[in-house]
Every structure is written in structure tokens, then in C-alpha cells.
């Protein structure tokens, strides 16, 4: 079955980096659009961030442009999200999920559990 594993999450100063990764397993990883998303504490859920299933092309909410980057590693099988100059409204849990299509669509049908990032001094 579809398994999606997030990690790298934790407490982090206004300012610093933070890398997630997402280990994917039981499909064929390097077909699929994958996408990033997050809630932040009593709010809904935002879409972050999207990338192709060949790597190639990336989209960002506008939120983060300029500040995070996806990329995958379709030999690893694992989807990455690179966080810089974090801000206190990034925190919050954030999900890989897949994406039923190559080249992206709106509906998602995998979601990871989540790691939860928080961004305080």
C-alpha cells in the first residue's frame, strides 16, 4: 500500500533552515506529481509546494516563493522540501502527499502523517 514518511521537522529561530524529507513507498514514485502541504495551529490546510513527476518543474504558494525549494530523488524514492529564512507563520505540521497524475492536479490521494515544524526563539 501507499506509504508516505515525513521527517525532519522540529524547533527552529526566526530566520534559520530546516530540510523535510518524505520517504515514499509502495507505488511508482517517479510517476506522480508530489505536493507539499501545511496547517498551522487552528487553521485550515495550505498548499505549499508542487513538483512534477520527472523534477523538472516546481510550484510555489506565494507564501514561501522564494524562501523554500521541493525537489525529489526519484532514485531514493524520496520527496524533499528545503526551508529557508523560516518566519513564526510557517509553523506548522506539514504533509507530503501524492498526487494521482504526472503532471499535477487539485485532488490528492495519499497523505503522510506528518512532521510538525515550529519556528520560535
Known amino acids: 500500500q501507499v506509504q508516505l514518511v515525513e521527517s525532519g521537522g522540529g524547533l527552529v529561530q526566526p530566520g534559520g533552515s530546516l530540510r523535510l524529507s518524505c520517504a515514499a513507498s509502495?507505488?511508482?514514485?517517479?510517476?506522480?506529481?508530489m505536493h507539499w502541504v501545511r496547517q498551522a495551529p487552528g487553521k485550515g490546510l495550505e498548499w505549499v509546494s508542487g513538483?512534477?513527476?520527472?523534477?523538472?518543474?516546481?510550484y510555489y504558494a506565494d507564501s514561501v516563493k522564494g524562501r523554500f525549494t521541493v525537489s525529489r530523488d526519484n532514485a531514493k524514492n524520496t520527496l524533499y522540501l528545503q526551508m529557508n529564512s523560516l518566519k513564526s507563520d510557517d509553523t506548522a505540521v506539514y504533509y507530503c502527499?501524492?498526487?494521482?497524475?504526472?503532471?499535477?492536479?487539485?485532488?490528492?490521494?495519499?497523505w503522510g502523517q506528518g512532521t510538525l515544524v515550529t519556528v520560535s526563539s
Open positions: 502527499a501524492k498526487d494521482p497524475s504526472a503532471a499535477g492536479t487539485n485532488a490528492l490521494d495519499a
Open positions: 513538483i512534477n513527476a520527472g523534477g523538472g518543474n516546481t
Open positions: 509502495g507505488f511508482a514514485f517517479s510517476s506522480y506529481f
